[in-house]
């Protein structure tokens, strides 16, 4: 069965569909109605290197809806200190689990589980590719605020060439035909096949060092940490990363719906004075995680979403 | 020049396989891409730098005793991508192949990218590279996406 290893695998008719099951998820999600939808049903996770907000809300999202979990848990302790291959790992979990949700820190891992399971895999970060399932839950958000994916104005900040999250969304987002900033140092430019790719595909991208210029146009906010060990010395990295830092004084002028997202864990990178604006989205994209890897975990197990979800479960 | 005289240069074989137009100073890489720059036994003549009026110069190789089969043919995509193969049998030209590249380019070369899953030699799923152009040849790995640059990829033969 196909999972979702880039969001290639997904159609924007698809993508849609996926955010409208999401949304009638919500309610589930929030822990008021409860429907089993997943019971009988196995998520292997594996997670090779941290994660908290990817891991724990797979594992939120397969039990709010009946499912149950399975974890590698500590690389350290696990099978794959000892040597063993992916491809071992993979066969092993594939046949204890129905779904695999897997991060890696090489490049490709995921297309390679994919390649040798039987299940869906769903790709939760593989080195610096993708992040497909991170997309959607951004997509998700951004349809929250705005109503619509399409046309939108999205300044894209920070560790753009690193950040797995950027790669995938700005994709997703030149799909849907949104205009893209991409605002970083020198150093962390989105990577030049990534550029050329999108413009390929019609996208309509500027490349800026300066974040400020375009804030007052923008529609969606998109920051990112930049990380101190990508840079040769301290100083170098705290002139750079003072310059993609947002502080609540910044955001006068700006548009009224303006939306603040940020894959967290935030650094220095979003001053907490913005946390009480209503640009500031950050935590609902954290918790909308939950939502839109429910409505991925059934597209994928073949598991339809009730289009009228309250009398099905019955509410807690 | 005449592509008679050039082959005049080492003898006419009896049987075996000619490649011709490999690009000048390719037929060694060409000979390491079919494994035959250390394991063959069969007797192996190689012409650098002949003449040519398609190419200006190029390289010309004959193996004798063996017949290339397309798979190995196809092997030579990376370096030799204009290479004709014409079989040899009884001094006479029985067939003539061409490289064909399908969309794939599998378990001849390792992905460049350090950080690919498949740099791990003990992982056994088939090295594939997808075609994305042909002239020139534009390939990216199938895993990690990477576009590959074919200097290098050259180093990575398997």
């Known amino acids: 069965m196909a999972g979702l290893i880039t969001m290639d695998d997904l159609s924007n008719d698809e993508i849609q569909s996926i955010l409208e099951d999401a949304e009638r998820l919500l309610p589930v999600a929030e822990g008021k109605i409860y429907l089993p939808l997943l019971q009988g049903k196995i998520l292997g996770n594996l997670f090779f290197e941290p994660s908290t907000r990817t891991r724990m809300s797979f594992e939120t999202a397969m039990k709010r809806l009946g499912g149950d979990v399975v974890n590698l848990g500590d690389v350290k302790t696990s099978s794959v200190v000892k040597g063993e291959t992916l491809f071992d790992t993979i066969q092993m979990v594939d046949g204890y689990t129905d779904i695999i949700a897997m991060r890696h820190p090489r490049q490709g891992a995921a297309q390679y589980a994919q390649d040798a399971a039987r299940v869906p895999i769903l790709n939760g970060g593989d080195g610096a590719g993708h992040h497909p399932t991170q997309t959607m839950l951004d997509l998700f958000t951004i349809k929250q605020a705005h109503g619509r994916l399409d046309g939108l104005k999205v300044i894209l900040a920070g560790d753009l060439r690193y950040g797995r999250t950027v790669h995938s969304l700005s994709h997703a987002l030149t799909r849907f035909g949104c205009e893209l900033i991409f605002a970083s140092p020198k150093l962390l430019r989105m990577p030049a096949e990534i550029v050329e790719d999108l413009t390929a595909h019609g996208a309509n991208v500027v490349e800026t060092e300066d974040l400020f210029s375009s804030l007052e146009e923008a529609d969606v906010v998109y920051m990112t940490r930049i990380q101190k060990e990508r840079f040769a010395d301290e100083d170098e990295y705290t002139k750079v990363a003072g310059a993609y830092k947002l502080h609540a004084s910044n955001l006068e002028g700006t548009k009224e719906d303006m939306i603040i997202m940020h894959p967290l864990p935030r650094v220095d990178e979003i001053h907490p004075s913005v946390d009480k604006t209503r640009h500031a989205r950050y935590f609902e994209q954290a918790f909308n995680g939950v939502v839109a890897r429910m409505a991925l975990l059934c597209r994928l197990l073949g598991v339809k979403v009730p289009e009228d979800i309250s009398p099905a479960g019955g509410e807690l | ?158």
């Open chain 2, 1 to 158: 020049m005449s592509q008679e005289h050039n082959m005049r240069r080492v003898t006419a074989i009896r049987n075996g396989t000619v490649i011709d137009h490999i690009p000048s100073g390719q037929a060694m890489r060409v000979l390491e891409m079919l494994n035959m720059n250390k394991t063959t036994s069969v007797p192996v003549s190689m012409v650098m730098n002949v003449p040519s009026k398609k190419m200006g110069t190029k390289d010309i190789i004959k193996v004798e005793d063996r017949e290339l089969t397309q798979d190995e043919l196809n092997r030579l995509a990376l370096v030799a991508p204009e290479a004709h193969v014409a079989i040899i049998r009884a001094y006479s030209v029985a067939e003539k192949m061409t490289i064909q590249i399908g969309e794939e380019v599998t378990n001849v070369v390792r992905c460049t990218f350090s950080n690919c899953i498949t740099t791990n030699p003990r992982e056994p799923l088939a090295h594939r590279l997808r075609v994305m152009g042909r002239e020139p040849l534009v390939l990216r790995c199938h895993y990690c996406g990477r576009p590959q640059d074919l200097e290098k990829l050259i180093g990575n033969l398997l």
